[in-house]
Every structure is written in structure tokens, then in C-alpha cells.
């Protein structure tokens, strides 16, 4: 079959492929699109039932009163400061014991990855209060340890990346390993970089995940100067009283700096790295 | 041609799953996968992350384990009563009512896997204009904030002026209440969870799909699979482990699903537990929450959050049993 | 405190909403310098706190107070655990609700209502206030605010309908009346909305009908008092039998002050807080006012407010009951009520609330004090409230008949209310 005539006809079969994502994308944006709107009205008019779906007065001042409310700019520098330290620790952490797991073989390694996988197994709540006094009893109350160091250990991270490694063929690091390199090298020079695709997806979902992260925050932290965006995002909300309108735009305001990653990161999920030099 | 396609020679194939177990060549080739048998250096690697878990997340369910066999008031103070947290769990309706409810969700959620399979695999063509502008849109429910994704929801569900009713009455249907009718809330809160993990489930397909040789797919071609047939015979198989991967992760969280349902069902309105569909909408942890931090009887609440650890440590194991059935790891 | 407050209270943790934070920082004051903690809750009324603690610095030079907010959702799961680990607020914001557990388990410290140390004078304050804040004959709280209940209506419905509006000669009966005139069936619009809240419903009918919540030992539930179900029915018969107000389910898929707010509904029962969020909206503003609530076999409203406590572990004792009686005295009540989000407890400081929003009859929710009746609460309130919510819904709803839901509902409170007896809770 002639190349030409190949392309052509797989041309013709994308129509149906982008149909089918474009009715997909726009149900699935359509809610957003809807806090886009919401964050557009005043606080009258988000109050209405049945609700407008265009706002009568585009108002833009709930943006101008998410700024005047919360010191957004020092908490932004905070979140963007947890969310770092905590990304880069796990990516860190998280796939040298994943590669443990997958490629070296000692005594325990069933049960103990038992025990990483229990972690995932409770709801997240349950872990509030006895971090808190661990934190009190190192004094970090109110500090940036206090935000970092239990989100650096992640078991859903360990337990992703060795799925990935295990999925690696092992012909590359076998070759290194006749050459003489311990498995630290192995798992640095040859494993890590073949496992890129899963480092950046963990790297993302750890990212997003810290990024909203808002009840520890709130819970461990009582001094505004260390407070992430989330946490003070979270106190626009009164007692008896709250202004959707102000909590869609800073939401929407938290969220952009998410979404910016994403769009900068996802260009790199194109086409798996090709295994130049494997066969054979 | 027969169903057996394997690429070429000259490329590794695609492992098939192990065959029965016991079977000598299937040992040694899962033997082949441990590289290194330095036990030194694997405790090395898995120390820094092992010592922080078992500090922060693992001890904490150790002492829960504990305190679910005490009465544990709101400031900490316990008495041993035994079993009798777990006596009374058996015999609260309200317990399995909220279990069943979870594993309904959980069942439906499930079915979003498939569909971000497709999704991952569409927006891994090559050559596909738009992908990029795609995943964004795909992946935009994952990064909003929960509190205001029910704020919406619950508009687009609402019986009286609902988006959803005023569609449907164009076609002459009545829709019905959805978030407060018993009836349908399930299939509510389900379509809200599947709308935000697929975003999810499709970013780490696509770091799967990535990590598949190019060469396999070059071979395969070359032997004149067609593209259904290099789906099935290559990229399936080698996906494996990351599908096992989100199958597990989804049965986990799914069954832990709180502040979604919770905020769906209009807790932060001031509905919330006055929702005719409350109890067939309330989940395991969502009863955990209100026992425990809510009506200060964190004793039982402890015995909840146990009870639910051990279902989903079983169902845990269950899969990973049940993989060398189906997952292929390279 | 509302429902909404009540029910987030302890749950939400995706959304987050409440109070100060422990304070691992309080130093110890030696010759009076020191630096006091105050944990809040609600954003609209920082203002207000900060510019009372500002003045209470003015008078104790070398002192700083430090006004921590933490929103509502996670306010008491924080609170909870910074008491249990000795890191508290110095003061904070408590409520009845959580009042009980808090006092029973030592957590506060009493506050002397005579004498040269006297913190407050309760002579001062609302009654009901002062010994919604007393536990065992100890007096652990200042009041700080309150809020009354009182019958809010939408003015251009009922000119529409030309029913003359409510006012204090109404009965249950003008309320039943008139709420079917002003149903509008074609419009989609109801007379009143009759949704399962406590604090603006059916205490307060409860109380009208001389019916009761909890016993005065606070060992029985009273849901079985033919009284206490003649409160509740007039809310199960204004869905099912007049047809005047939105179903149950209506209600949850909207809510009624919104239903309200959007002229949905003519009538609606607050409570005072949310006079701010109606004056707020200038549309609303020219069309809502407030009278006070239909009379049943006597007239009632539950009244509720905050208090300033003092956290047992504090560093500082004295200078922490200083600025308590400070925050509850004149000056800061005056303070608190130019502002306009709360009602100052303090006696002779309240008409500046409603001097704040002069468009609305306010001195309804202020006379509304004279008749009012406490709220109800116990050791764990919490427990019982919530079994409350879960059973009157299921009459509401019409799933289950009023006598059975309610039969079940005391058997539930009275086993919870057993269980404090015997110290379950702390």
C-alpha cells in the first residue's frame, strides 16, 4: 500500500475521533465555564433563582476584592514555595523507593510495600491530629517545615512510579549492570530518565494536589504570613454569609497558575521516547 | 491471519501474561525482573521514604487500630471497651447503608476508566491536530476547586431551574430531582465522580501510553497490523500496569469518597442531612466524619475507618491477585 | 450559630470556614506586657474584632492581641486539636451548640460574675445569654453577640396578592391563611418557605405551642410532648396539607433564604444575622422587611449568641479575662454593632445594629429579646442535633408520619443523652 494513500485515508478517519472530543470537552467545561459566568455577577444577581446564565453587569470588582481581601501575592510566594519543595522531594523520594521495589530483591519487600499501600487505604482526615502534635512536639507550629515535610513522603507516588519501572524492559539496565554500576547508578543514569513520562505525571498531580491542599494549612498554621493561597481563599467564607461571586474569581485566580504548568508541561506528552539502541 | 501477531523478531515481544503458575519459564522470567540482589541498597533507597510514612501517615493508623477498641472522647480521653465499637457497628443499619451506597459509586466510577482510556488513547495519535488544546479542556476539572465544582453541579441538577430539567423538558421529558430524589442521586453523584477523575485517569494513561517503545508499534506495522489490531496486540498489554495501576487507585479512593458527595448533596447549602436522598447518598467515610468529628463518639468512628481499611486492603490484595492474569510488566 | 454553621461546623474539609488557631506563640506576660491570641471565625466581622482589640491595646500599653481567623468548616476541628494538645487560643469565639463539651471537659476557665474581679456583671446582658454560657452553676462565657428569629417578607408579593402585611397580631393561623393567599400556583411562587431548621423554625414553634426540646436535666428528649409535635406539625402541614409552602425537596435543591431573595417565596423566618446579607443587595433592600413571628399558644423565638471564652491552658490567665471583659464591655459592643454584622449583647449598646441599616424594621429582632426563649443544649449537643435533622426530615419529606418519625427521634436522643451521663464525650 502506498504511503500517500495511507495518510489520506487516516485523514479522513479523524473526523469522527475530534467530533467525539469536542462534545466531550465542551460538557466537561461547560461547569466551569458556568464559575467563569458566576464569578462575572453581583452578588445580588448570583443569589437569583432561576439564574441568569449571562451576568446583567459584567463586575469585574470580585476580582479587584479577592486582591484587597487576602494578601494574594505573599500567599501566592508561599504556595508557590510548599508546592515546589514538595514536588521535587516526592518526585525524589518516591522513585528511589519505587525502583527499590520494583528491580532489587530483599527480604521484606512484599510486606513492606504492604505497609506503603495501607497508607492509601484510610481517608485523609485521620492523619490531621497526629501530625499536628508531632508538629507542636518539634515546635513547627507556624513554620515552612510544618507545610513541607509531610507532603514530601507520598505512598501514591512510590506505588505509580513502580508500576512504571516495572513496565520498563530490563535489557537497558541489565547492560549497565554487566558494566559494574551499583543499582543507585542504574537507577540514576538508565531508570530515572527512561521513567520520564511517569515522573512528569506524578510531578503534575503532586503539584495540583499541594497546590489545593487547604486543610492542613489551615489546621497547622495560625500566622497569616505562612498562610498558602487555599487556606486563604477558604476564610472568604463567612459564617452565615458567602459571596460566591468573590470565591468563584479566587478560585479561578488560584487556579491559573495550575493550569499554566499543565499547558507548559503537557507539550511533553507527545509520543513515548523512542528505545534507540535497545534492540537487538 | 491467525490472533498471534507478534511484531517482528528483531524487537522484544510483548511478554504474553504468565501462564499457569508454577510454570518454570514464567518463574525465571518474573525471577529476571529483580535485577540487583543487594538488600543493603534496597533498604537504602526505601529508607527516606519509608521513615517519613511510617512517621506521619502509618503510625497514625496503627493508634487508630487502637483507639477503635476504646470509647475516645473529643479531647483525647479513652477507655478499653473491647469489641464493643465493632458489636455495634455490625448492628447499625445506617453502616451498611452507607457501605452498599459506596459500592455503588465505586462500581460506576470504575466505568469512567474505559472512557479515559479512549480519551488517552485519541489524544496520543500522532499527528492529531488540537491534543494539547484537548488535554488542557480534559484535564481542567481536576484543578478546580471542589466547593465551587458542587456549587455548580447542584445548579445544573436542581429540579426546579436546573439546566438539565430545562433541556429535558424541551423534549417534552419531566426530569426529577436529582440530588434529592433517592432514585437517581447514585447516578448524580457518580457522573460528578466520573467528570472529575477522567482528567486524572487520562494523565496517567497518557504517561503510560509514552513509556510504550515506539519500535514495537513500527514493528508491528511492518507486519502489517492494522491500527485495531496494534491496539490490542501492543499497546493493551504494555499499558497493563499502568491500567492496573488506576483500576486500584480508583477502587481506593472511590471507596474513601467524602467531601464530593458530601458537598453534592448540599452540606454546604445547609441541606445537607435534611436531603431526602441523605441516606442513600451518605458513604463510609461521610458517616466516619459525622461520628467522629461531629457527634464526638471517635471511638466508633475509629472502628468505621478499620472496618472500610480492611475491606479495601481485601480488595487490594484481591486485585493483585489477579493480575498475573492480565498485567504484563516488561 | 445557623444550620449552615452547625452542620459545616465540624465537616467540611474541602471548604474550610472558622476560627482562631492555637497559639504556640503566647509568650508569658511578666509585668504586663504579653501577647494575647483571639481565634474567630467569620471574615465579615475581622474588621470589627481588629478594631476592638486595637482599642483594648490603647489601654494596656506593651500588650498586643493577635486576631486569628479560621473559617467555620475547620474551626472546631482545629479548635479540638489545639485544645487536646495545649496550644489554644488564649481567647476565642464559642458557641451553645459546642458550649457543653468544651465546659464539661474543662477546657475553659470560669469567669467571676461578682465581686472586684468580676469579669461581667450578668445584669448586663440578655438572661437567656448569660445562662446559655453557665455550666454547673459556673459562668465560663461573656456574651458577645446575639441573633433573634423573626418573620421576614417580601413587600411587592404581598401588595401583588393584597394581603395586608404581617405584623405583631399575627397568629398561626393569619400565618396559615395568608401563606395559602400568597401561594401563586401559576407563578411558581409560595407564601412561605418551610424548610427543617431549627433555630429559625421549629424551636421556635416548638416553643410557641409550650412544647419542649430537652428536659431541664438535660437527660430527656421532649419529641414525644403532644405539645412539642403540635410545633413541628405546623411546618408538616404548611408543605402537605396547605400546599403553601415548597416541598422538602425544593428546599434542597434551593435554598429558602435564596428562594426568598429571589422573591420565590413571600415569607421566610431568619434569624438577625442575615439582615446584613438582605440590606447588602439594594434590590432586595427596597422590597424586604421583617415583623415578629406568628403568636402560637404563646409568643416565642430562640435566642442565641456568641460568647468570649478564656482557654484553660492559657499563659496569661489574667490579662486574657482582661481583655474578655474588654470585648464584652461597652466600648467594644459599641464597636461591634456600628459595623452591622452582628447585635451586641451588651444591654444599651444594641440599637446601633439597627441604626446600620435604618431601612428595615430592626427593632422587631430587638423587642424580640422580651419574649425570647434560650436554646436548647447539653454536653453533646452536636450528637443529638444531628439525629434531629436526620428524623424531622423524614416527616418533612412525608416519608414517614410525624408520631413515627419523632417516636424514633426521642428513643435516639435519649440513648445519646444516657451516654453523657456517663462521661462518653470527653
Partial sequence: ?280 | ?330 | MRRRTLLTAAATTALAAGCGGPSASSSSSKSGRGRLTYGVWDVYQMDAMRRAAREFEKTRPGVSVDVQLTPNGTYWTKLRTACTSGSAPDVFWMNGPNFGLYADAGQLLPLETSGANAVLDPDDYPADLVSLYRWNGTQYGAPKDFDTVALWFNKELFDRAGVDHPDASWTWQDLIVNAQRLTDRKRGTYGLAAPVWAQEYYYDSIAQAGGWVISKDRKHSGYSDPRTREGLRLWVDMIHRYKASPTLQQLTDTDATQMFQSGKVAMVQDASYNAATFYADPELRAKVDVAPLAKGRRRATIIHGLANVVYARTAQPELARDFVRFMSGRRASLIQGKYGTAIPARNGTQQTWADAMPRFDLKVHLDAVGYSVPYPISTNTAAWSHQELRWLARAWSGDESLTDATRSLTKAMDKLLAQEGKGGAR
Fill in chain 1, 1 to 280: 500500500m502506498a504511503e500517500t494513500t495511507r495518510r489520506g485515508s487516516r485523514e479522513g478517519r479523524r473526523w469522527p475521533a475530534h467530533l467525539l472530543l469536542t462534545v466531550g470537552a465542551v460538557v466537561t467545561v461547560f461547569p466551569l465555564l458556568w464559575e467563569v459566568l458566576t464569578s462575572l455577577k453581583s452578588f445580588g444577581e448570583s443569589t437569583r433563582v432561576p439564574p441568569t446564565i449571562l451576568p446583567r453587569h459584567w463586575d469585574w470588582s470580585n476580582y479587584a476584592t479577592v486582591f484587597s481581601s487576602i494578601p494574594f501575592a505573599h500567599e501566592f510566594v508561599n504556595t508557590l514555595l510548599m508546592t515546589l519543595l514538595r514536588t521535587a522531594a516526592q518526585l525524589l523520594l518516591c522513585s528511589m523507593a519505587a525502583y527499590a521495589f520494583a528491580r532489587i530483591r530483599f527480604p521484606g519487600r512484599g510486606p513492606i510495600f504492604l505497609a506503603f499501600l495501607a497508607v492509601l487505604m484510610v481517608p485523609g482526615e485521620l492523619f490531621l491530629l497526629p501530625q499536628y502534635q508531632i508538629m507542636q512536639d518539634l515546635g513547627w507550629l507556624n513554620s515552612l517545615q510544618a507545610l513541607v515535610v509531610p507532603g514530601m513522603f507520598s505512598a501514591f507516588g512510590t506505588f505509580l512510579l513502580r508500576q512504571f519501572f516495572m513496565g520498563l524492559p530490563v535489557e537497558l539496565e541489565e547492560a549497565a549492570r554487566l558494566d559494574g554500576a551499583n543499582p543507585f547508578t542504574v537507577y540514576w543514569r538508565v531508570a530515572l530518565p527512561l521513567a520520564r513520562p511517569g515522573l512528569l505525571a506524578l510531578g503534575i498531580l503532586t503539584f495540583l494536589w499541594s497546590w489545593n491542599d487547604l486543610m492542613w494549612p489551615l489546621v497547622v498554621n495560625t500566622d497569616p504570613a505562612q498562610m498558602p493561597l487555599s487556606a486563604g481563599l477558604a476564610s472568604l467564607q463567612g459564617s452565615h454569609l458567602t459571596d460566591y461571586p468573590v470565591l468563584m474569581a479566587g478560585s479561578l485566580l488560584a487556579t491559573l497558575p495550575v493550569i499554566v504548568v499543565f499547558v507548559a508541561m503537557q507539550r511533553h506528552f507527545i509520543q513515548g521516547i523512542a528505545f534507540s539502541g535497545m534492540k537487538g
Fill in chain 2, 1 to 330: 491471519m491467525s490472533i498471534d501477531t507478534r511484531p517482528t523478531a528483531a524487537v522484544p515481544a510483548p511478554r504474553v501474561p504468565a501462564a499457569a503458575p508454577g510454570d518454570a519459564r514464567a518463574r525465571r522470567r518474573r525471577e529476571r525482573r529483580f535485577l540487583h540482589r543487594d538488600k543493603w541498597w534496597g533498604y537504602a533507597l526505601i529508607a527516606p521514604a519509608g521513615l517519613g510514612l511510617a512517621v506521619f501517615y502509618l503510625w497514625p493508623v496503627v493508634e487508630t487500630l487502637y483507639y477503635s477498641f476504646n470509647d475516645w472522647g473529643a479531647f483525647g480521653g479513652t477507655t478499653w471497651t473491647g469489641l464493643s465499637n465493632y458489636r455495634t457497628l455490625v448492628t447499625d443499619p445506617e453502616f451498611w447503608h452507607s457501605l452498599g451506597n459506596t459500592a455503588i459509586y465505586t462500581v460506576l466510577v470504575l466505568l469512567g476508566i474505559p472512557l479515559s482510556m479512549l480519551l488517552a488513547v485519541l489524544l496520543n495519535l500522532k499527528g492529531m491536530r488540537g491534543t494539547g488544546v484537548y488535554r488542557t479542556l480534559y484535564f481542567l476539572p481536576v484543578v478546580t476547586m471542589p466547593a465551587a465544582v458542587a456549587v455548580v453541579w447542584r445548579w445544573l441538577y436542581n429540579g426546579d431551574v436546573g439546566i438539565i430539567n430545562q433541556a429535558l423538558s424541551v423534549v417534552g421529558v419531566h426530569g426529577t430531582y436529582w440530588v434529592s430524589d433517592p432514585a437517581t442521586v447514585h447516578f448524580a453523584v457518580a457522573v460528578v465522580g466520573v467528570w472529575m477523575t477522567v482528567g486524572y485517569n487520562m494523565i496517567l494513561l497518557l504517561a503510560g501510553l509514552q513509556s510504550i517503545p515506539q519500535d514495537y508499534y513500527e514493528a508491528a506495522s511492518l507486519d502489517g497490523a492494522g491500527r485495531v489490531r496494534q491496539f490490542f496486540s501492543v499497546t493493551l498489554p504494555l499499558l497493563s500496569p499502568t491500567v492496573f495501576f488506576t483500576t486500584v487507585l480508583s477502587v481506593i479512593q472511590s471507596l474513601q469518597v467524602f467531601d464530593l458527595v458530601y458537598l453534592i448533596l448540599g452540606a454546604n447549602t445547609g441541606a445537607g442531612i435534611t436531603n431526602p436522598a441523605y441516606t442513600d447518598g451518605e458513604t463510609v467515610v461521610m458517616l466516619f466524619f459525622q461520628k467522629a468529628f461531629y457527634d464526638n463518639q471517635r471511638g466508633y468512628g475509629a472502628a468505621i475507618v478499620c472496618a472500610l481499611f480492611v475491606l479495601i486492603l481485601a480488595l487490594t490484595a484481591v486485585q493483585f491477585r489477579l493480575q498475573k492474569r492480565w498485567v504484563h510488566y516488561g
